[in-house]
């Protein structure tokens, strides 16, 4: 099994800041089958970004994904008010994993 | 449009056994594999297994072998997770997500069913 470390647990910025979240993988993850979540209070997890940088329908343009093997990072270039929630890093090259989040919040 | 929309919370006591459904709608329900997942409070996500709604097959994580049952009845679009033997730990929000191939990052997810087991 894959286990997937985010860093940091919880990141607390302003909005029109940038932030950068990390998601390190136990194992390389075979041909960057690496998808980023993002989940509001109360809501399904939704889709961001996957094969680590393409991103998903809908998603805008200040949310980047980079990184291969055994890191990845996902940016944020310039926070939105609404982008303050949990995201998670999964892996999906075999039986899929999550990490454990890494919490965004309002400074 | 897709939707994936889930039954009810539910309120079960340890031993007991909970089935959660899934109904799908806005695409071909035998095109997609569903997924579930579940989500402890406050905890992270978890992968539970998935069912191809065409053949239905099945792939579970090991660790609810025994435990889990995957199924569904594509008369009404609708695909079926029970899961038996509850206990306390098994309290979480379950959702139902969408893949293209088995092996996909799930690009949509029903609404969620809080299963709360307990005395």
């Known amino acids: 099994e894959i286990v997937l470390t985010q860093s940091p647990g919880s990141l607390s910025l302003s909005p029109g800041e940038r932030a950068s979240l990390s998601c390190r993988a136990s194992h390389s993850v075979d041909s960057n089958y690496l998808a980023w979540y993002q989940q509001r209070p109360g809501q399904a997890p939704r889709l961001l970004m996957y094969?680590?940088?393409i991103r998903a329908t809908g998603i805008p343009d200040r949310f980047s994904g980079s990184g291969s093997g055994t890191d990845f990072t996902l940016t944020i270039s310039r926070l939105e008010p609404e982008d303050f929630a949990v995201y998670y890093c999964?892996?999906?090259?075999?039986?899929?994993?999550f990490g454990q989040g890494t919490r965004l919040e309002i400074k | 449009q897709v939707h994936l929309v889930q039954s009810g919370a539910e309120v079960k006591k340890p031993g007991a056994s909970v089935k959660v459904s899934c109904k799908a709608s806005?695409?071909?329900?035998?095109?997609?594999?569903l997924h579930w997942v579940r989500q402890a409070p406050g905890q992270g996500l978890e992968w539970v297994g998935w069912i191809n709604p065409s053949s239905g097959g099945t792939n579970y994580t090991q660790k609810f072998h025994g435990r889990v049952t995957m199924t569904r009845d594509t008369a009404i679009n609708t695909a079926y997770m029970e899961l038996s033997r509850l206990r306390s730990d098994d309290t979480a929000m379950y959702y139902c997500?969408?893949?293209?191939?088995?092996?996909?990052?799930?690009?949509?997810w029903g609404q969620g069913t809080l299963v709360t087991v307990s005395s």
């Open positions: 094969g680590a940088f």
């Open positions: 806005g695409y071909t329900f035998t095109g997609y594999y």
């Open positions: 999964q892996q999906y090259g075999g039986s899929p994993t």
């Open positions: 997500a969408r893949t293209t191939r088995k092996w996909e990052p799930y690009d949509y």
